[in-house]
């Protein structure tokens, strides 16, 4: 039998109090497409990081080519033909996209080389970025491209990505399927982690499942439903969110002519916005990444202070509010970043809970810090929404990806708010906690609550939003009931074809 290229033998590695990752065993072959699965803190990113050379099993070895491997640090896997592409990228904003590349190179050539590299690698495999953009200008899409063309100029024979379509639109899916597809026919081989089914059905040839840190299967996903997957994942039935009929409410908050210049370069201007939302009523906000989405939360939570006017709450004016003051009055706000932005990475999940619910949980009494109290919520929060965590005392940075996500939109909707806001509520989030925070915010909103979704993701606002309105560069359209709406409608939603241009085109 010939080699695999990668052959993964007996991997284990524990965390204080878990085990990441027990036993795993299987191969890789050359050019093959393979999906790790698994639901969030299953223990997929230990293991690409073990292979990547950021993380040292405890047991457990590796061949490459039929070689031992055993990276101790990324450089080395680098320079053995191992690329990662990270959820997170680590772009310089400020910098070009030529300079970014040199940045992550041992010896970088002159910038002019390097230009020329790029737009060659660029053209080759249909991944369109001019060298010379500044990065902070770039959309999520050409972001990643930097981050995958910086792979490609290592010409490596492993790729791993690790849920790269999160953040882009499906034209820019289908780009940067075309680009791995091509890469797997020229032999190298991709692993490929997302919680998104349908595409790993529609990109991998195989795919390993992990649960609680070990393979509980494999599957041909072109042959698996994603559902079986799913269901394959969590090892019981998936729970699929229920909408139920909801009586809708007075209108609780308001937005008029909210306009805002944008809080810094590569920020998006917020225009004009006009928005009424009911108790009692989800309003999903869909758009492209970059055209508003930060800005409008901001203005929403009070990070950005606005004309008092323009934001009106429960019939007072409160765009000059600072977010505290609006978290008592019952507006509540999860941002998108949860690492540095809704969480602090250094601080524990107690900590983390008194961050935001010191108002409203009365964590603090005459100035001092209630600890026991604050314990007991960020315990509830863990509990109410199975956070995987030893428990409140471990830093929000130990968590996976999506466990951080379900306590930080938790500890929103423990602290019953009249209107909740979220940004990106489910994104690395897996099937089955997606569909958990989902239906969480269905049931706010069966309480009389009105929930705001900005999402990128059409499927979710369409499962559980009334009405939908899309962002199109830091303009809003006026919301249109969402049953009904067709994919056409909503693509021109998106683009801005939105009613009030058009009949300013007609006027
Ligand atoms: N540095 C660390 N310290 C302590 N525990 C950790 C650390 N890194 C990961 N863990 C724990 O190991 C387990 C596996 O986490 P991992 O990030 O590998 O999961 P994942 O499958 O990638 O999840 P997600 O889909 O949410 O990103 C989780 O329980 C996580 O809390």
Not at 81 to 95: E, K, N, R, Y
Not at 107 to 124: L, T, W
Not at 383 to 391: E, I, L, N, Q
Not at 486 to 494: A, D, Y
Request: some cysteine.
């Amino acid at each position: 039998m010939t080699e695999p290229l990668l052959r993964l033998s007996g991997l284990t590695k524990a965390y204080p109090g878990v085990v990441a990752n027990k036993d795993v065993s299987f191969d890789i072959g050359y050019g093959e497409v393979h999906a790790l699965l698994g639901e969030n803190g299953a223990g997929k990113s230990t293991l690409v990081k073990t292979i990547y050379g950021l993380v040292k099993p405890d047991a457990g070895s590796m061949t490459l080519e039929g070689q031992p491997f055993a990276p101790q640090e990324p450089r080395i896997a680098r320079a053995s033909g191992i690329a990662m592409v990270f959820q997170h990228f680590s772009l310089f904003d400020a910098m070009n996209v030529a300079e970014n590349i040199a940045l992550g190179m041992e010896n970088p050539p002159p910038q002019a080389e390097i230009a020329a590299r790029v737009r060659q690698v660029s053209d080759q495999y249909g991944l369109p970025l001019d060298p010379d953009r500044i990065v902070g200008e770039l959309s999520a899409g050409e972001r990643q491209r930097v981050e995958i063309i910086r792979c490609l100029l290592q010409d490596p024979k492993l790729l791993i990505m690790d849920e790269p379509t999160s953040v882009l639109t499906p034209q820019e899916v289908q780009i940067l399927f075309e680009t791995l597809r091509k890469l797997s026919s020229e032999g190298t081989a991709i692993l490929y982690i997302s919680h998104k089914l349908e595409e790993i059905r529609a990109l991998c040839e195989n795919a390993t499942v992990l649960r609680l840190g070990q393979v509980v299967g494999t599957c041909d996903p072109r042959e698996t439903s994603a559902r079986d997957m799913a269901e394959l994942m969590v090892g019981t039935k998936l729970h699929v969110p229920e909408k139920a009929p909801r009586p809708v409410g007075d209108v609780i908050l308001a937005l008029k002519g909210l306009s805002a210049p944008a809080p810094h370069r590569f920020g998006t201007p917020l225009r004009d916005i006009n928005l009424e939302v009911r108790k009692g009523e989800v309003l999903g906000i869909g758009g492209v990444a970059g055209n508003g989405q930060d800005e409008l939360v901001a203005a929403l939570s009070g990070e950005l202070r606005t004309k008092r006017a323009m934001v009106r709450f429960q019939d007072k004016d409160i765009g000059h509010l600072p977010p505290n003051a609006r978290r008592k009055a019952g507006l509540l706000a999860a941002p998108e970043e949860r690492m540095g932005h809704a969480a602090a990475p250094d601080m524990s999940l107690t900590e983390n809970a008194i961050l935001t619910a010191t108002t409203r949980e009365g964590l603090a009494k005459k100035g001092f810090l209630q600890w026991g109290k604050a314990r007991t919520f960020a315990e509830g929060v863990i509990k109410a929404f199975d956070v995987r965590t030893p428990g409140p005392q471990n830093a929000a940075r130990s968590l996976s990806g999506g466990n951080l996500q379900k306590f930080v939109i938790g500890r929103e909707i423990m602290q019953r708010p009249d209107v909740l806001v979220v940004n990106q509520p489910t994104w690395g989030v897996d099937a089955s906690a997606a569909a958990a925070i989902r239906q969480a915010l269905l049931d706010l909103a069966a309480n009389g609550s009105a929930v705001i979704v900005i999402s990128q993701d059409l499927d979710e606002l369409m499962e559980i939003s009334d009405r939908f309105a899309a962002l199109n560069e830091g303009r809003l359209s006026s919301p249109r009931a969402a049953t009904g709406l067709t994919v056409e409608e909503i693509g021109l939603m998106l683009g801005g074809a939105h009613d009030m241009e058009v009949a300013h085109v007609d006027a």
